[in-house]
């Protein structure tokens, strides 16, 4: 079972950016996509973006396309999303997710259905 350690959440004013990190250990993520999910109060749990285990390929939501970047190294287990130009309706619990997959270089957010999740990091943008 992976441990997540996440962080980078916090309050920011409209238009801001936060970067979000994820770092794993147990096991290593070679294999596995990482995905950035999001739920805000009262509504239903979102995948925000989801990045190939390769690094090569990364797959966002509408609603964030253009302004949320993920990347990730596979060596130090980490992962990050960048977050620019913040909304208020960014405002949620963010959530780190693995995905074990074979296919190193393919990883589409609106299929995705992760295997471990990390403990979630508060994201509040100010209205």
């Known amino acids: 079972q992976p441990q997540f350690v996440e962080s980078g959440g916090g309050l920011v004013q409209p238009w801001g950016s936060l970067r979000l990190t994820c770092a794993v250990s147990?096991?290593?993520?070679?294999?596995?996509?990482i995905g950035w999910f999001r739920q805000a109060p009262g509504k239903e749990r979102e995948g925000v973006s989801c990045?190939?285990?390769?690094?090569?390929?990364?797959n966002y939501a509408d609603s964030v396309k253009g302004r949320f970047t993920a990347y990730r190294d596979n060596t130090n287990s980490t992962a990050w999303l960048q977050m620019d130009n913040l909304k208020p309706e960014d405002t949620g619990v963010y959530y780190c997710?693995?995905?074990?997959?074979?296919?190193?270089?393919?990883?589409?957010?609106?299929?995705?259905?992760?295997?471990?999740w990390g403990q979630g990091t508060q994201v509040t943008v100010l209205s």
């Open positions: 147990g096991q290593p993520v070679d294999y596995d996509n």
């Open positions: 990045i190939s285990a390769s690094g090569t390929n990364a």
């Open positions: 997710t693995l995905k074990s997959t074979f296919v190193r270089t393919l990883c589409t957010v609106n299929l995705l259905s992760p295997d471990f």
